[in-house]
């Protein structure tokens, strides 16, 4: 495959705290994060936050007082914005207490929950219409060729690239490579994510890397990638501080 000239976004660092937190500590990582605000707004890095869904109002809270340039971000959204739909999450509801974006289809909502492309690509367009920007999770589930990845890839992005209109961040995760205890090889993300940029053509996108990365990640693959979406390393607030310091240098 020829890779296409790649077209940067803006350099992005964020991490997920899943469900690892209790509401004390969440609060807690919260407040000693609220220095990486102006760390990342000096180095032009957007820095976002996702913590679990009950701990989203705190955190607003927290954030517009002593951070207000971290964006906060939900793990997911339901596609509707209000009904009889028991337990889930209206991204207007998201929106109005301060989230400006959303992840959506991480590969343990798919292996989980079996959710695929066609309901991925709802939820992305019902967050735009309620003014969050789509967070997607993209990869391939088995270790193999670039051909293979991209070939698995591809439908991911094209899904959400046809009922959407506006930025979206993907989010490079290889199943493979989550919870490992190296990232994928350099080689071959730079060779699939510049892949991927060509598949979305025009459209303002963003590539992050996730799956186990941490310090050293970026410099190896920042040819390809604008930033890194990052999971447990970064639940120390002095190790994300690293992260952001190099995406951003």
């Not at 296409?4 to 209790?22: A, D």
């Not at 890095?45 to 007082?65: K, Y």
């Not at 290889?174 to 510049?194: C, D, F, L, M, T």
Request: contains cysteine; negative net charge; proline residues 6%.
């Amino acid at each position: 495959m020829a890779s296409p000239t790649v077209q940067h976004g803006q350099r992005t660092v964020g991490v997920s705290l899943k469900m690892y937190f209790t509401l004390s500590q969440t609060a807690s990582y919260i407040a000693a994060c609220a220095p990486l605000g102006p760390l990342a707004l000096s180095l032009n890095v957007d820095l976002f936050i996702i913590p679990d869904f009950l701990s989203l109002t705190a955190t607003s809270t927290s954030l517009r007082l002593e951070a207000p340039t971290i964006r906060l971000g939900a793990q997911d959204c339901f596609w509707e914005d209000s009904g009889a739909y028991t337990g889930e999450v209206s991204p207007a509801v998201l929106k109005s207490i301060g989230c400006s974006l959303v992840e959506l289809g991480h590969a343990e909502r798919r292996r989980l929950f079996g959710e695929n492309d066609e309901l991925v690509a709802k939820k992305a367009k019902a967050a735009e219409r309620n003014g969050l920007m789509p967070l997607v999770c993209i990869g391939e589930r088995n270790q193999g060729s670039l051909e293979e990845a991209v070939r698995e890839c591809r439908p991911q992005i094209e899904s959400v690239l046809e009922v959407t209109g506006e930025e979206v961040i993907f989010a490079y995760e290889p199943v493979w490579a989550i919870g490992q205890p190296a990232p994928a090889a350099p080689e071959h993300i730079n060779s699939v994510v510049k892949e991927l940029r060509g598949i979305c053509g025009e459209r303002k996108v963003r590539f992050l890397y996730g799956g186990s990365a941490g310090p050293g990640t970026f410099e190896k693959i920042k040819e390809s990638v604008d930033g890194l979406f990052l999971g447990r390393f970064a639940h120390d607030p002095e190790r994300f501080a690293q992260v952001v310091r190099e995406v951003g240098a």
